[in-house]
């Protein structure tokens, strides 16, 4: 998901350009659009998304990633309005993906599963609906389709620290501790190592205490 910041920061400049000017300018574009997601910048997404628009009409690329910025801003409904304007395609896992972010932000775990389940079967080496879906197994309480699918996700991108801390957190949850303890002992790091593991034992508190309430969309 990462771009590389050189590339990024060169796009402004050519992005001032029309595009019958500069064919490569689309492209180009998104990708400062989404660094700008990446630097937590998304009000400068959505602003160069309201300009990208004028140039681009309806483009499915970027109408994904209006959802996405306006999830990173909080703004739930709005976005999950936009996603569902978004058009059905099964083989679109981009589609299903971002529904099932709108989803999980609802904290509606069951929807956000059926969402990822369909995103993985049109995507399945994307290592983060992988992560995504094996997060939201881990909400419901469904511990060992989330270790697999998060074991899935660990292997397609080994050095992400976010699915390495997330299976890290299932295996906690789930009581597999000795295999969740092999794991942390990767981070070389002792401090580090200490506080992610108290991070995640808070984490795995809370997850079993919302488990404990009457589950239903919302919970």
């Keep these: 998901m990462l771009l590389p910041l050189t590339l990024?920061?060169?796009?402004?400049?050519?992005?001032?350009?029309?595009?019958?000017?500069?064919?490569?300018?689309?492209?180009?574009?998104?990708?400062?659009?989404?660094?700008?997601?990446?630097?937590?910048?998304?009000?400068?997404?959505?602003?160069?998304?309201?300009?990208?628009?004028?140039?681009?009409?309806?483009?499915?690329?970027?109408?994904?990633?209006?959802?996405?910025?306006?999830?990173?801003?909080?703004?739930?409904?709005?976005?999950?309005?936009?996603?569902?304007?978004?058009?059905?395609?099964?083989?679109?896992?981009?589609?299903?993906?971002?529904?099932?972010?709108?989803?999980?932000?609802?904290?509606?775990?069951?929807?956000?599963?059926?969402?990822?389940?369909?995103?993985?079967?049109?995507?399945?080496?994307?290592p983060f609906i992988r992560n995504a879906l094996g997060y939201a197994f881990l909400r419901v309480g469904r511990y060992s389709e989330s270790i697999d699918a998060l074991k899935g996700a660990a292997d397609l991108a080994p050095g992400d620290e976010v699915i390495r801390n997330n299976l890290i957190l299932a295996l906690m949850a789930a009581g597999q501790d000795a295999e969740a303890n092999r794991t942390l002992r990767g981070i070389r790091d002792a401090d580090a190592r200490a506080d992610l593991r108290k991070t995640l034992l808070a984490e795995v508190g809370r997850i079993h205490l919302s488990l404990s309430r009457p589950q239903g969309k919302g919970s």
Aim: hydrophobic fraction near 40%; charged fraction near 25%.
């Design 8 to 126: 990024a920061l060169s796009v402004p400049a050519q992005a001032e350009h029309s595009p019958n000017d500069a064919p490569s300018t689309r492209p180009l574009y998104l990708q400062l659009i989404q660094q700008a997601r990446i630097d937590g910048r998304a009000r400068a997404a959505l602003a160069y998304l309201d300009d990208f628009d004028r140039r681009y009409p309806n483009d499915l690329e970027a109408r994904i990633l209006r959802v996405n910025s306006l999830l990173d801003l909080g703004k739930v409904e709005e976005a999950g309005t936009l996603a569902q304007a978004l058009p059905d395609d099964p083989r679109n896992g981009a589609v299903s993906a971002v529904r099932g972010h709108v989803a999980a932000a609802r904290s509606d775990w069951n929807g956000a599963i059926g969402y990822y389940q369909a995103a993985r079967s049109a995507r399945p080496a994307d």
